[in-house]
């Protein structure tokens, strides 16, 4: 397959899926994840499980480096800005949401840390310096969709690159209301690693494949969970009063004692390479 035809497959793919929205940037989008940063304590310095053994990965295979400079597009609260500081000489951050950020950046002064930096913007919007970084890191960043915002990583790195995508379909319950609201299947097409895999390798890089498996419990109340689904839909299409009472009837129906359990399995692949010199 030519890289025009992969290109195109990927794009067939997120036309299939909810990513398709995400370019619209509906004000709704920017207040669901602003939402979330609320709820959010900030990265950490230190990490564990999946994300640890993300970040020994690319230690390993020499993709992060002492005293590089690191790009993270879309760090959001910084769960992997932070831990690049320990390595890094500067990690600057970039995220739409302003929450976000100063999440990551309060994160950032409890520890001490004084080689980062944050910048708001989307990917899109984003205009990388003529100083090249040494990597550039993209974990399932909506921005990098396309063979367009794929390559835009490779020209804003002097050696390496590393996107994370995998498989989303863990979001059972997601899965159901986006089915039971929209009249469509949810599918994590778009977030199918084959694409940017094989387009890399059309254009003659070398990408390294990992894969990475985790599960995670967590139990939430049924309001909040009735209240953050409501907003993460409304970022996509205009809900009504019939459709709120839905997503209600929904969450009600698979809880107990006023909780739902909200655990979910993942599976992450990390795609890594190095670009031309």
């Not at 899926?17 to 990265?43: K, N, V």
């Not at 800005?81 to 999440?103: N, Q």
């Not at 059309?202 to 894969?211: F, N, Q, Y």
Request: charged content about 25%.
């Amino acid at each position: 397959m030519v890289p025009e035809l992969t290109g195109n497959a990927w794009m067939e793919a997120r036309n299939r899926s909810p990513l398709r929205h995400y370019g619209h940037w509906r004000p709704q989008w920017f207040e669901y994840w602003d939402g979330i940063g609320t709820q959010c304590a900030g990265g950490d310095v230190k990490l564990y499980g999946q994300d640890r053994e993300i970040v020994r990965h690319l230690q390993e295979h020499r993709r992060l480096m002492p005293g590089d400079r690191v790009l993270d597009v879309g760090c959001g609260a910084g769960t992997f800005a932070l831990p690049f500081t320990t390595v890094a000489a500067s990690v600057t951050g970039i995220d739409p949401s302003e929450v976000m950020l100063s999440r990551t950046r309060r994160a950032a002064a409890r520890a001490g840390v004084r080689n980062l930096s944050t910048i708001r913007a989307t990917w899109e919007g984003y205009d990388p310096p003529d100083d090249r970084f040494d990597l550039v890191f993209a974990a399932f960043c909506p921005g990098v969709h396309d063979r367009h915002t794929l390559l835009k990583m490779e020209r804003a790195s002097a050696r390496s690159c590393c996107y994370l995508a995998g498989d989303v379909s863990h979001f059972r319950l997601l899965g159901q209301l986006w089915s039971l609201l929209s009249g469509e299947s949810y599918t994590c097409d778009a977030w199918d690693v084959a694409y940017p895999a094989g387009l890399l390798t059309e254009i003659g890089r070398v990408p390294l494949v990992r894969r990475f498996n985790t599960a995670s419990c967590q139990v939430a109340s049924s309001r909040e969970a009735i209240d953050e689904f409501i907003n993460y839909f409304r970022s996509f299409m205009d809900l009504s009063q019939a459709e709120h009472r839905k997503i209600r009837r929904f969450i009600e129906s698979r809880s107990a004692g006023g909780l739902i359990d909200l655990g979910k399995e993942r599976t992450v692949w990390a795609i890594s390479w190095n670009v031309p010199c």
